[in-house]
């Protein structure tokens, strides 16, 4: 069954946006005060109450990106994988090429990002995404003009069809890739499963995105599932509730709402939370990376965090909770010093959003994200213990 289900898999690659940690660190809090205030939900609850016409993709932290064919025979476009909005399109870098299975509408077709937009006309044409996932007659954007998307051709938007209404002239919501890829029985849920295997090397493939499936060859133990919290404004996102612990005997949090996100680089936790996990780790503030650092002693004697989330706890080891030490010098650091990768999320607990569970702790599980059922999955991989920072 694992081959079966892995065969539903597209390979990605995910990089950090920001080169300098202070960079890393404004830009997830950015993000975090913006789900502060609600901006652009995107989770199952925003799903079916609300409508949005632009998603901050272009701000995120990390970016993930797909080679993903279009066209027969196809070709191979560079997209942006975004799980906050729904319309896929290309011809921001490399032009499209049109093919015996492309169909234009006629229709113009916008959407309008963070920091971004594109605009064009909508076509029709066969979208692979692996050999098992090739979607028939998909509607795609075929960009005349794009703002905001250096170096990748487009975006491949794997959000609800509730996201595409008003994207394309005539205001009818269009089939997205998820969509059409359950209608034509490719897949058999609402779903989407996230795989990371931790890499010290830049731009190598180094993720995986299921559709429909947990893959199972890519997880060490069953899934925990736990509902989306009702807390906002974290239930307005991948909103789950978790208890956060150091060691055996330091709570840092209590079973308080926060989200998974894929778009922030670090873990960001209430500045309550923050500074008990400082204490208690007695590390202290380095000034030119922003980040927390600790003595070789101490990083000898640093516990694990422990997440219990849906019941089940999940275990942050020591080596998970520091910066890649090969990758010191992108970051501004230090040859030999070890930085932690918990900051302070800037605003106290009781607010709706006490923590962000981003890529420093999704790479370390598999994730998945359940539009249809309105909840979060994590299970442990081969990599949830590695010592590879």
Known sequence: MSSFVASRSVPFVSRVAGHHAKEILARDRARAQKIMQGVNPHGPAAFHELRRRGVDVTDAGVTYTASVGVGSPATQYTLLIDTGSSNTWVGADKSYRPTSSSKSTGQ????????????????????????????????????????????????????PVDLTEGTVSGNQPVPTVTDNLFAQGSIES?????????????????????????DSSKITGDVTFTPITSTQPASLYWGIDQQVSYGSDTTLLSGNPGIVD???????????????????????????????????????????????????????????????????????????????????????SGQGLDFIN????????????????????????????????
């Open 108 to 159: 113009r077709v916008k959407v309008s990002y963070g920091s971004g937009s594109f605009s064009g006309t909508e076509y029709t044409d066969t979208v692979t995404l692996s050999s098992s996932l090739v979607i028939q007659n998909q509607s795609i954007g075929v960009a005349s003009t794009a703002q905001g998307f250096q170096g990748v051709d487009g975006i491949l938007g794997i959000g």
């Open 358 to 389: 981003g890529f420093v702790f999704l790479q370390r599980f598999y994730s998945v994200y359940d539009t249809g059922n309105s909840q979060v999955g994590l299970a442990t991989t081969q990599f949830t213990d590695a010592e590879t920072n």
């Open 262 to 348: 894929t778009g922030t680089t670090l873990l960001l936790l209430a500045t309550d939370a923050f500074q008990a996990y400082q204490s208690a780790t007695g590390a202290t503030m380095d000034n030119a990376t922003g980040l927390l650092t600790v003595t070789q002693a101490q990083f000898d004697a640093l516990q694990s965090l422990f997440f219990t989330v849906g019941g089940t706890t999940f275990e942050l080891t020591a080596n998970a909770q520091i910066w890649p030490r090969a990758q010191n010098a992108a970051i501004g650091g230090e040859d030999g010093k070890i930085y932690l990768v918990a900051a302070d999320l800037g605003t106290s």
């Open 190 to 214: 609402d779903s989407i499963g996230i795989f990371y295997q931790p890499t010290t090397e830049s731009g190598a493939l180094n993720g995986e995105l299921s559709f429909g499936s947990v």
